[in-house]
């Protein structure tokens, strides 16, 4: 009787498979919360902890990876959605410096440190392309989770990280298509037409905003006192706008956040923000359990010394780029650093670009492996390398107003 498994003791009690799941995710993401929060560190450690445990390379306890990546891209989509919520349209387009130039000196640093790392090992053009693009992706996810929970987001170092990072994510898809093209992997007329269709009817969207200023939403006045009724015109709107994305072959996430921009400029916010709250945190917390998953714990064992060592490079070299590309655009020696810190991990969506390296070719099946470790890696270790940052300009600066926001 002492010997029982756990599994056991779940058939003994008649739970289904699923219930069984659902009572262990909560269980362990529980249990590590309160260590995490004894330690002040962000929830996303549980999450991804919890995806580890669990995972194929754990306890082997989740084993339908497709359908946890589909409830983990969900999660991505409510993110963004909630992100644009936050997103004054007068400020963004005020800040287009931070965006265009910021974002444009960072990939371009990647993609000239790649090409000088391929110049030496000798790689073809298109392996210094994708691993340049690779490299150049932050994780909006993780930075803007970490910045919301500081309740730094409306602060100007949170909104320079925030401007770069959206400015990223709209231009995926361009890139997408690009690497795509160079790799051999045709994109049919029909899907470019459709792309370029999407792309300007979401910036007719956004102009409109800008046009307005302010807009109404249907019904919302008979929503706003009914909660019940709430929850689901949220999710029609965030939902919506990420099917009318998804149908012209954009980003999902990239429509969801059109979607939180019209809601901030409807006012509309806070009954959004409150009603669909426990959507975002259930769902987020799977896209990050997701990440944990993908973390081969056997294969970093094996080649530990090897993911190490470009684990720390990929923090230091992306950590330089982005301080020195905000640095150029007038922010002070400090700011710079802390927001090369915020965006020194690789992101969520070159998940997807080493994915079409893989099917394409241009990366092998042993580099693909290792490409996708460094990505989980690097996004497990990003609070901790945030906290270093942190920790030294403490010591460090003398500017108030930073030394305020990072306490």
């Known amino acids: 009787m002492l010997g029982l498994s ?7 009690a008649g739970l289904p498979d699923s219930m069984q799941l659902y009572l262990l995710v909560a269980f362990v993401i529980l249990a590590l919360s309160f260590v995490l929060k004894r330690l002040k560190q962000p929830y996303i450690l549980a999450y991804m902890i919890c995806g580890i445990i669990l995972g194929p390379h754990g306890s082997q306890s989740v084993t339908d990876l497709e359908l946890v990546q589909v409830v983990g ?56 392309l994708f691993l340049g693009f690779i490299m150049a992706f932050s994780s909006s996810a993780v930075v803007i989770k970490i910045i919301e929970d500081n309740e730094n987001l409306k602060d100007s170092v949170g909104q320079n990280v925030i401007m770069i990072l959206l ?24 899907t470019i037409l459709l792309q370029i269709i999407g792309g300007l009817l979401l910036l007719a969207t956004m102009i409109y905003v800008m046009w307005k200023g302010e807009i109404k939403l249907p019904f919302s006045k008979q929503l706003e006192h009914d909660h019940e009724i709430q929850v689901f015109a949220g999710l029609l709107i965030c939902f919506g706008l990420a099917f009318a994305s998804d149908f012209f072959h954009l980003s999902p996430a990239l429509g969801a956040f059109v979607g939180g921009i019209l809601v901030h400029a409807s006012k509309s916010t806070q009954w959004l923000h409150d009603s669909l709250h426990s959507f975002r945190v259930v769902l987020v917390a799977v896209f990050f359990i997701s990440i944990g998953i993908l973390i081969d714990i ?27 590309s905000l640095k150029s655009l007038g ?51 990003s609070p901790f390398w945030i906290l270093i940052t942190k920790s030294l300009i403490l010591r460090f600066s003398n500017e108030p107003l930073l030394r305020t926001w990072l306490k």
Request: glycine share 8%; hydrophobic share 55%; charged share 5%.
């Open 331 to 381: 922010n002070s020696h400090c700011q710079s650093i802390l927001g090369g810190g915020l965006l020194a991990q690789i992101g969520e969506l070159s998940f997807i670009l080493a994915s079409t390296g893989r099917a394409s070719g241009v990366l092998s099946a042993n580099n693909y492996n290792l490409i996708i470790l460094i990505i989980s890696v690097t996004i497990f270790l």
């Open 73 to 128: 891209d969900i999660g991505l989509v409510i993110l963004m959605f909630f992100i644009g919520m936050e997103i004054s349209l007068p400020k963004f387009i005020s800040k287009w410096k931070i965006a265009v130039i910021g974002t444009g000196i960072q990939m371009a640093l990647s993609l000239l440190f790649c090409w000088i790392l391929g110049f030496f090992f000798h790689w073809s053009l298109p392996i210094i």
């Open 298 to 324: 056997q294969y970093l064992f094996h080649h530990w010394q090897t993911v190490l060592i470009l684990v720390l490079a990929v923090f230091i070299i992306n950590h330089s780029i982005n301080t020195f």
């Open 6 to 12: 756990i599994s056991s003791f779940w058939a003994l």
């Open 167 to 190: 400015t990223q994510d709209i231009l995926f898809v361009p890139i997408l298509i690009f690497l795509s093209s160079i790799s051999g992997q045709e994109t049919s007329s029909n």
